[in-house]
């Protein structure tokens, strides 16, 4: 079943919406310059008759399960095609603020129920890369119950790299395409967030020292990713249970 849903805004003022939306690069280079973008809009319905021209601004909302993931504006360059239903819609717009548009293609495979890109499948950094990111936005759609207790249970298997340590953690945290950050920084501002709203964290370690000897391991000079990660569990009040390993 698909949950997407995109809403189109013409100078704040709702005149489409649309299951999905193409969005193809016409800058060949990534640059902090505004981007040229071509936007194609399948199966749109029109919900009013606006005359749509030349610089007027556009703002795209994209929905999955009636949750606004990410929004953007920008302007119109052109434009194409007439303005019915069911009928294809294409925009040149031009915009900073955009997420990477491989994101947008992973978010919009997921919400569709195609799984893509699982860190545990591939070896590739800048695959693992594109699933923080994308789990970063599909986090939003994952309901918090406040109050709620919960038992974390770490595990170091399949885990090589940094990368992969903070794939397993948001999994850890919020089950597969969960997301608590990408670095120690924005694990100890989300684990804080998270803290200040439920009743009780238990973080269950298997196999504790094999934990230590990994994070030491992969630790550049003069810093110790062990002892960082527990001061951030100390420091947000959680409970570290250390479970043996029996095998």
Request: net charge negative.
């Amino acid at each position: 079943m698909n949950h997407n849903k995109y809403h189109i805004l013409i100078n704040e003022i709702e005149f489409a919406s649309a299951s999905y939306i193409n969005l193809l690069h016409l800058n060949d280079y990534e640059t902090d310059v505004p981007k040229l973008i071509l936007m194609k809009c399948n199966d749109i319905k029109i919900h009013n008759d606006l005359k749509i021209k030349e610089k007027d601004i556009i703002t795209i909302s994209h929905y999955i399960n009636n949750i606004c993931i990410y929004e953007f504006d920008s302007y119109l360059l052109d434009y194409e095609s007439v303005l019915n239903n069911h009928q294809e819609l294409s925009f040149i717009i031009k915009t900073s603020d955009l997420p990477p548009l491989n994101i947008s293609a992973i978010l919009n495979e997921w919400s569709n129920g195609n799984e893509i890109l699982y860190w545990k499948n591939n070896k590739c950094k800048e695959a693992k890369k594109l699933w923080l990111t994308a789990c970063l936005y599909w986090q939003q759609t994952l309901p918090l119950n406040e109050n709620e207790k919960f038992n974390i249970f770490l595990n170091l298997d399949n885990v090589n790299n940094l990368l992969d340590f903070f794939c397993m953690l948001g999994e850890a945290f919020w089950g597969r395409k969960g997301y608590i950050g990408k670095d120690f920084f924005g694990f100890n501002d989300l684990l804080n967030e998270l803290t200040s709203k439920t009743a009780e964290v238990n973080i269950h370690i298997k196999n504790e020292k094999k934990l230590k000897n990994f994070l030491e391991r992969i630790s550049p000079i003069n810093y110790n990713y062990y002892d960082i990660f527990i001061n951030i569990l100390i420091d947000n009040n959680c409970n570290i249970i250390n479970v043996e390993n029996k095998s």
